[in-house]
């Protein structure tokens, strides 16, 4: 059974940081690209990173580049969403997802991506 587990939410002061962990279970996450996504209260969710099955080619949407990293370790099964330089308006609900099999390229149209994660909370407040 294909399974995606996020870990690393919680309450964090603007400017800290935080890493996000997704656990795969039930398929190998290797040939597979994989996103995080982000849904505030009352808003869309919104595409933030992704990292290819290749290359570790990586995506990210503009409000977030040059704070945040997204990286993968295959040997694990895990993906990561290192966050630094947090802001309030980075507050939301985190979830990764998986596309289908190969994944050589991703973006953040959420069509592209087939299984997900339950999610875990992330805010930034002083």
């Known amino acids: 059974q294909v399974q995606l587990v996020e870990s690393g939410g919680g309450l964090v002061q603007p400017g800290g940081s935080l890493m996000l962990s997704c656990a795969a279970s039930?398929?190998?996450?290797?040939?597979?690209?994989i996103g995080w996504f982000r849904q505030a209260p009352g808003k869309e969710r919104e595409g933030v990173s992704c990292?290819?099955?290749?290359?570790?080619?990586?995506w990210y949407t503009d409000s977030v580049k040059g704070r945040f990293n997204v990286s993968r370790d295959n040997v694990r099964n895990m993906a990561y969403l290192q966050m630094n330089s947090l802001k309030p308006e980075d507050t939301a609900v985190y979830y990764c997802?998986?596309?289908?099999?190969?994944?050589?390229?991703?973006?953040?149209?959420?069509?592209?991506?087939?299984?997900w994660g339950q999610g875990t909370q992330v805010t930034v407040s002083s």
């Open positions: 997802a998986s596309t289908g099999f190969g994944g050589y390229v991703c973006d953040g149209n959420s069509d592209d991506y087939h299984h």
């Open positions: 039930g398929f190998t996450l290797e040939y597979y690209a």
């Open positions: 990292i290819a099955s290749v290359d570790d080619l990586t």
